[in-house]
């Protein structure tokens, strides 16, 4: 069983309500090789969307790059740093936020929880895919005996949902467990729709 819960949470805390539970620290402050799942970390070589010959360092990189502001366009000076940090394009300093480029070249601007289905979440599955495939092997195995507690500093899963940032945790678990953005999403009738669409199949 894997669980996503919030890195602010106290370790007692997290084992007194799941005793006896593998607590998994995901985000870049990870101490040990599970900093290869946070969007921060530099796998390199990860292809960014709609934007043939380019490619960036992290899946954070690529998300904040293609970022358009009414005082900037996408900037793909970020595509380049490994350093996990100045990542983060905020609206203090570029204003508001236009929507996300659909490709550096693009004309089209995309929405936030557009974007998130067609860049974020393909490019974050690349790496899942690409880089780290042997963690998620290893997840998937030792899940099935054991409570898996994914720790994030977000736990939105709700891809819909663009009130809060989206839990970077919720997809590794869906695609471990080949669930909605990476696997079947059940409609109305309960059939099984076609899985989320990605850029690198």
Not at 94 to 118: F, M
Request: charged fraction near 30%; charge should be positive; aromatic fraction near 10%.
């Amino acid at each position: 069983m894997i669980i996503i819960e919030t890195k602010r949470k106290k370790t007692e805390t997290l084992l007194k309500k799941y005793p006896n539970a593998i607590l998994a620290d995901v985000t870049s402050k990870a101490k040990d090789g599970l900093v290869k799942l946070s969007p921060f970390y530099p796998h390199y070589g990860i292809p960014v969307p709609f934007s043939p010959g380019y490619t960036a360092t992290c899946v954070e990189a690529v998300w904040q790059g293609l970022k358009v502001f009414e005082g900037c366009d996408v900037d793909t000076s970020l595509f380049t740093n490994d350093t996990m940090r100045g990542l983060k394009r905020t609206v203090r300093k570029y204003g508001k936020p236009l929507g996300h480029r659909k490709g550096v070249n693009g004309t089209e601007l995309l929405g936030y929880i557009e974007a998130r289905k067609q860049i974020y979440i393909p490019t974050y599955r690349w790496v899942l895919e690409n880089k780290v495939k042997d963690i998620i092997d290893r997840l998937r195995e030792v899940s099935k005996t054991k409570t898996i507690v994914l720790l994030d500093y977000d736990t939105n899963a709700d891809v819909d949902n663009g009130r809060e940032p989206l839990s970077h945790a919720s997809l590794i678990k869906a695609y471990a467990e080949g669930t909605y953005p990476y696997g079947p999403r059940q409609n109305d009738s309960g059939k099984a729709t076609l899985k989320e669409p990605s850029l690198f199949d």
